[in-house]
């Protein structure tokens, strides 16, 4: 084999480097996800590249809802709204400024947070599900408030904003359509984003956040100043969110009311609960929950339906849901699937992979 | 804890394993020498469900088709995905049908928000959009959006035929509005006061508006009639229709009343609201209502029911929207059997541009449909009626309010 000897260089370089990266697993597997973040799109559909992006999305949302319920205790059935305000932000300044996509992430990030820290005000107030119905109300009201007349002629009104045309594409004349560099964008946004969450629950602020959830009375105790840290959580909880707003705004290509009801915030909690709360890689379980598991019931409620037609040819008395009435299913459907999985794994999937992974340490030894 | 450095490589190998590949054929998507593929979306769940019986006619419709042969030899495979209403869902749906399930074409798919969000893509994809299910008056810009065609009359040509009447008939009136507040309402009113023109200002006393949330609409009929109005134009949802026609009966308001046609269905909107309520009520038609009596003998009817009985058993007979799908996929099945055997999607669009005063099954006599190259309203005709006994008596001749799009 000696005319490969620089292949065999490499190959043992690659393995020597593998080596030293499996001693420290926190790089390693960074490095991991960033080799498969950059060639994803190269080996995708276009539609499963646009999903995925949706996923990191959701991702980023649900990460937001996490640090603010899962590490402060703080409930919210209200993270639609700031998620709209996000998509807002980037839409009406794209629409109506001409301002690059790239400089509406920072603005809508700072947007939310304002928003995120004044509701947070008076949200000290309130405790538990008090703070949940409070929250509630706000996502039912945003809709509505970007219909009002008076702000009609920056939101679009009912009509919503298409930025189709201003959807940015790949930059230096790189190689990639929209959806490949959409999820570029995407992508390291996120990276990002899941940098400033594990950094921040990891730090004194993070510990402080904690403190709060457990025992707001011992934290004030030790020094913490209950009212900034709660406000602060909420300010950037909807930092979070915003951000996967804008994204969400250049990824669809159309901002209008009826992308932002009570049911996107009622999939963040779900995917929260899903993923784990108070664990934030959950985020991306629960992401992938809420974007595939609809789809998914789809599918099985068609099932169902072809599966009762099948059981009626032995016994003719047997019930017909009826491929047309299937359809009507998939609600139900998905709600069986969220109670099975709440009621099997009751701390989310990610109580399910600590169960797991502690059996597997115990049968070892 | 360990397992929190995992964390992110399980969901990407999980997303990895959710893969898949649309592999694309040098010959029209969506065709084969057996199978037509046609895509659709519609909101199956969530808070529009109500509509969601739109598409289940529809995929009904075609099971009929193909039960009679299909079309030139070819069996329609008719797929329709759940939106739930959310416009990033739709958009995800139709790219799942246009590059993973390779439609020829994406057919009625509900809501104007939905249709918004897809057309970009589609017309950048070139796939047709053939025939929205959405009366908004933006549909037929074939300029800007050559692959986007519309097909109900839209609502505010029908807003201005209202306007048309009323200053022929009821010059002096003092106009009050009920409308919900979004696209659909608004663009009614729109209609309305174009159709005024410069009086509109004057003539109009007073303008209420109501969420779709709202529980019901009693307040604003009592501020209405504390108005003074006695013009009433209804811009309202079914529900809410009924609602106010019986406040009205209620509190002893009668002024003449225009009713959108969206809500004027004898049974779902009329016969809840009370026959003796409802006499006298203005609206305007385009499609044959099965609940009235005077189509009973009519052979497009009777073919629908027989249709209802055999292909949608489940379906309500008494719901317009069975109507409203029927035709609707009549008209694609005609656009389809005119594309010919040698299926495009430029032949598709050419088929669906060049309709001459195309009749249905379920249209009032005498509407016919019409496009063209640069007409991209199928249907523009209505007929102004006015409930008699339980029944729409149609008065007047076949009115075109043609508007065109922005």
């Known amino acids: 084999m000696k005319t490969t000897s620089p292949i065999t260089t490499i190959i043992a370089a690659i393995g020597a480097t593998v080596i030293t990266l499996a001693q420290n697993w926190k790089v390693a597997g960074f490095i991991f996800i960033l080799i498969i973040g950059a060639i994803f799109p190269l080996w995708a559909s276009g539609v499963f590249t646009f999903q995925i992006s949706q996923l990191l999305i959701y991702a980023i949302a649900i990460a937001g809802l996490n640090l603010l319920t899962g590490f402060n205790g703080q409930f919210s059935l209200g993270h639609s709204a700031f998620y709209a305000i996000g998509a807002y932000v980037s839409a009406v300044m794209m629409t109506q400024w001409d301002i690059p996509f790239y400089l509406t992430i920072p603005i809508a990030a700072a947007v939310c947070f304002v928003f995120g820290f004044l509701f947070g005000l008076p949200a000290l107030r309130l405790e538990g599900i008090y703070l949940a119905l409070a929250t509630f109300a706000l996502a039912i009201a945003t809709p509505q408030i970007l219909k009002f007349k008076p702000v009609e002629h920056l939101t679009g009104g009912v009509q919503g904003l298409a930025l189709f045309h201003l959807k940015p594409e790949a930059p230096f004349g790189l190689p990639f359509d929209q959806d490949q560099w959409t999820f570029y964008v995407t992508f390291a946004v996120t990276i990002l984003m899941f940098f400033i969450a594990f950094s921040l629950v990891n730090s004194r602020s993070g510990r402080a956040m904690k403190a709060i959830r ?10 913490i100043d209950l009212s900034l840290f709660k406000t602060l959580t909420f300010g950037v909880s909807a930092l ?24 996107l915030a009622v999939a963040i909690f779900v995917g929260m609960v899903v993923g784990g709360v108070g664990w934030i890689p959950g985020a991306f379980l629960g992401g992938l929950f809420i974007l595939f598991v609809p789809n998914i019931a789809e599918h099985i409620a068609f099932g169902l339906a072809a599966f009762f037609d099948l059981i009626r040819k032995v016994i003719p008395f ?15 459907v998905y709600g069986v699937f969220l109670i099975l999985l709440i009621y099997i794994m009751p701390s989310g999937l990610a109580g399910l992979l600590r169960l797991a992974v502690q059996r597997l340490a115990r049968a070892r030894g | 804890m360990q397992i929190k450095k995992y964390g992110i490589i399980p969901a990407l190998a999980l997303g990895f394993a959710v893969a898949m590949a649309g592999s694309a054929s040098a010959q029209t998507p969506g065709v084969t020498d057996k199978e037509i593929k046609i895509g659709n979306i519609n909101p199956y769940s969530g808070p529009a469900s109500a509509y969601g019986t739109i598409g289940k006619s529809i995929a009904a419709y075609f099971k009929m088709v193909n039960a009679e042969g299909g079309i030139n030899g070819r069996m329609v495979n008719f797929i329709s995905y759940d939106d739930s209403y959310s416009p990033p869902k739709a958009l995800e749906q139709t ?13 009625q798919p509900l809501g104007t ?29 074939p300029k800007k959006f050559p692959w986007t065609m519309g097909w109900q009359p839209n609502y505010q040509s029908e807003g201005r035929i209202y306007a048309d009447y009323i200053l022929k008939n009821y010059p002096n009136a003092k106009i009050g509005i009920l409308f919900q507040n979004d696209d659909y309402g608004k663009d009614y009113v729109k209609g309305l006061k174009d159709g005024l023109g410069a009086k509109a200002k004057t003539m109009i006393v007073s303008e209420q508006p109501y969420e779709v949330a709202d529980p019901t609409v009693d307040s604003q009929i009592i501020a209405l009639k504390a108005s003074g109005a006695d013009v009433f134009f209804n811009a309202s949802t079914p529900k809410f229709a009924a609602q106010s026609i ?26 809840p609201a009370g026959f003796d309520n409802a006499e006298g009520i203005f609206s305007t038609g385009y499609l044959k209502d099965q609940n009235d009596p005077q189509w009973k003998n009519d052979a497009g009817m009777k073919k629908w029911f027989a249709f209802m009985d055999k292909y949608y058993p489940d379906g309500d007979k008494t719901s317009s929207f069975n109507v409203y799908g029927y035709t609707v996929a009549q008209n694609l099945h005609k656009v389809l059997l005119a594309a010919g055997k040698n299926l495009t999607r430029e032949g598709v669009m050419k088929a669906a541009a060049s309709m001459k005063d195309l009749e249905l099954d379920l249209l009032l006599p005498g509407i016919k449909i019409n496009t063209s190259a640069t007409d991209f309203y199928p249907i523009e005709q209505n007929q102004m009626m006015r409930f008699k006994g339980g029944n729409w008596e149609f008065f007047g001749p076949i009115i075109s309010g043609e508007v065109r799009g922005s």
Do not use: C
């Open chain 1, 214 to 223: 457990d025992n707001q009375i011992a934290a004030k105790v030790t020094g």
């Open chain 1, 240 to 263: 979070f969110t915003g951000v996967a707003g804008a994204l969400s705004a250049m990824l669809i290509a159309f901002v209008a009311p009826d992308s932002f009801q009570i049911t």
């Open chain 1, 318 to 332: 047997f019930p017909s849901i009826g491929e047309q009435s299937a359809k009507g299913l998939t609600g139900t």
């Open chain 2, 95 to 107: 790219r799942k049908l246009v590059e993973s399930d390779n439609v020829l074409l994406m057919f």
């Open chain 2, 113 to 141: 928000p939905g249709n918004t969000a897809i057309q970009g893509y589609l017309n950048g994809k070139k796939v047709p959009q053939l025939f929205v299910a959405t009366g908004a008056t933006k549909w037929g810009d």
């Open chain 2, 246 to 271: 019986k406040k009205m009966a209620e509190i002893g308001w009668k002024p003449a009343h225009f009713l959108n046609q969206v809500s004027n269905s004898v049974g779902g909107v009329l016969k």
